[in-house]
C-alpha cells in the first residue's frame, strides 16, 4: 500500500543530545568546586568591615523614624 521509505538519519548535533542521559561524575565535581569556589568569594564579600558598615547603616537608617 504505501512505498517502505528509509528513515531520515539525525543531525549529528541532535543524535548528540539526545544520546546523553545526565552527567558524569567528573561533571558533578566540576560543578561542586565551581560552587564551592563561587560562595567563598561571596562570603568573603559579605564578611567584609565594609558590608558589615553599609548593613548597619541601612538598618539604622531604616528604623530611624523622624515624625
Not at 531520515?8 to 548535533?13: F, Y
Not at 565535581?29 to 567584609?48: D, E, H, P, R, T
Request: negative net charge.
Amino acid at each position: 500500500m504505501f512505498p517502505h521509505r528509509t528513515p531520515l538519519p539525525l543531525h549529528p548535533r541532535r543524535d548528540f543530545l539526545l544520546g546523553d542521559d545526565g552527567m558524569s561524575t567528573v561533571e558533578y565535581c566540576v560543578g561542586l568546586v565551581a560552587a564551592a569556589a563561587f560562595a567563598m568569594v561571596l562570603y568573603a564579600i559579605v564578611s567584609g568591615a565594609d558590608v558589615l558598615a553599609a548593613v548597619t547603616s541601612i538598618v539604622q537608617r531604616a528604623l530611624t523614624v523622624d515624625i
